[in-house]
């Protein structure tokens, strides 16, 4: 096959969920421009501005060949004049002079840092900036701050939460949980999910998704498990969310709305066998045998499975497009709940997620394909 662009005559869709975007991204100097702009948005509130700094990068994400002249981005969607600019830019210098304004200034430095922490967001962050806090040990060894207890384990666990987790970490949690939960539940479905079913080598934390197909026998799981984890001290922090999922509700209209489904947001104790020993042995400083790694539980009814295992299978941006693409191309209602098709009105039952990519008349596309 050929992958010059010259070559490539179907049109670039605007929707993430009809183009195959895998991992591998070879305009990424352009794209991780786009994405501290958009980031810097976010930080500054500015959602609408955000959202087309990160459309224009998934669609360079799609692309099979590296964007090498302006005459490249001929019939592609999404990229207009404040975009093109950036582009040109680092076509000719290598670099863009905005993108460097935005990393070295205070707001989004900062904002980076503070969002870092386990358990802190947009609000405390812009709190925190705005009380003239910059660096984490100023907050830290404030006396007069009142953290979380979410926050509080987030700094205490801060290294290691912000350091990678490799797939090999991820698979050794996943399996181990996976062999509990079975011996509890031995038909339940456990299921990698989040960028690591997407392919990613590596992670920011472990997302496990749960069910079964034997009605309401989802629901003892969570707690039984939690309590056999901790049990064998292996949970640093937990924090469950009770369900909130009511069947007759519309999809949610807002793309980023969290979902109503029971989960669980954990910072877990992994030992590494074997790590720790020599250095006793040898009389050096003991070394910590274990690693805090985030793992996010969500477990859900079997009717509405295929629709969470979609929406947290993500990327963000992915699921963005395809509740887009549903309202505007299909006039139905996507959420990880369910479809709601507004011209019939009623709700589509799904049981994998090929059946809800075919409700939307979708080509189906591999959670790796799902990479934008
Ligand atoms: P993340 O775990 O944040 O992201 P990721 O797995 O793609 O990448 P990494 O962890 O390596 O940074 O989210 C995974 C998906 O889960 C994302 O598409 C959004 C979705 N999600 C929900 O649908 N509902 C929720 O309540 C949460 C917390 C996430
Ligand atoms: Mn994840
Ligand atoms: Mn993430
Ligand atoms: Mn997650």
């Avoid at 907050?139 to 987790?165: A, C, R, V, W």
């Avoid at 979609?310 to 693409?325: A, I, M, V």
């Avoid at 009623?346 to 394909?369: K, M, N, Q, R, S």
Wanted: hydrophobic share 35%; glycine share 6%; charged share 30%.
């Amino acid at each position: 096959f050929n992958t010059s662009p010259s070559s490539s005559c179907v049109q670039v869709s605007q929707y993430a969920c009809q183009r195959r975007t895998p991992l591998q991204d070879i305009n990424q100097i352009f794209t991780d421009a786009f994405e501290i702009l958009a980031e810097n948005c976010e930080f500054l509130g500015n959602k609408e501005l955000c959202k087309s700094f990160l459309r224009a990068s998934a669609v360079l994400k799609s692309l099979r060949f590296p964007i090498a002249t302006m005459k490249d981005l001929d019939g592609l969607p999404l990229l207009g004049n404040e975009m093109k600019t950036i582009i040109e830019e680092i076509l000719e210098d290598g670099k863009c002079a905005r993108v460097l304004d935005v990393i070295n200034g205070e707001r989004y430095k900062s904002f980076k840092l503070f969002t870092s922490i386990f358990g802190v967001g947009l609000k405390t962050s812009e709190k925190w900036f705005r009380m003239g806090f910059r660096t984490l040990e100023e907050i830290k060894n404030n006396p007069e701050f009142k953290f979380t207890k979410m926050q509080k384990y987030g700094f205490l666990h801060y290294e290691d939460i912000t350091s990678y987790i490799s797939k090999s970490e991820a698979l050794e949690i996943y399996d181990f949980v996976r062999d509990i939960i079975l011996k509890l539940v031995p038909d339940a479905v456990v299921t990698l999910t989040g960028g690591f079913r997407r392919g990613k080598e590596r992670g920011h934390d472990v997302d496990i998704i749960i069910t079964c197909p034997r009605k309401e026998k989802e629901k003892s799981i969570l707690h039984n498990t939690i309590t056999i984890l901790k049990n064998q001290g292996l949970i640093l922090f937990y924090d469950i969310n009770e369900s909130t999922f009511v069947e007759t509700k519309l999809p949610s209209k807002k793309v980023d709305a969290l979902d109503h489904f029971q989960k669980c947001f954990i910072i877990f104790k992994l030992v590494k066998e074997g790590v720790g020993a020599t250095n006793i042995k040898d009389n050096e400083m003991e070394s910590k045998n274990w690693k805090a790694v985030r793992v996010d539980f969500v477990i859900t009814p079997y009717k509405q499975y295929a629709y969470a295992l979609l929406g947290w299978t993500g990327s963000r941006q992915f699921e963005r497009d395809l509740r887009r693409y549903a309202t505007n191309e299909k006039k139905m209602m996507l959420d990880n709940h369910g479809l709601f098709d507004k011209t019939k009105n009623v709700f589509l039952d799904a049981y994998t997620e090929e059946d809800i990519f075919e409700h939307l008349g979708l080509e189906y596309l591999e959670p790796w394909d799902r990479n934008a």
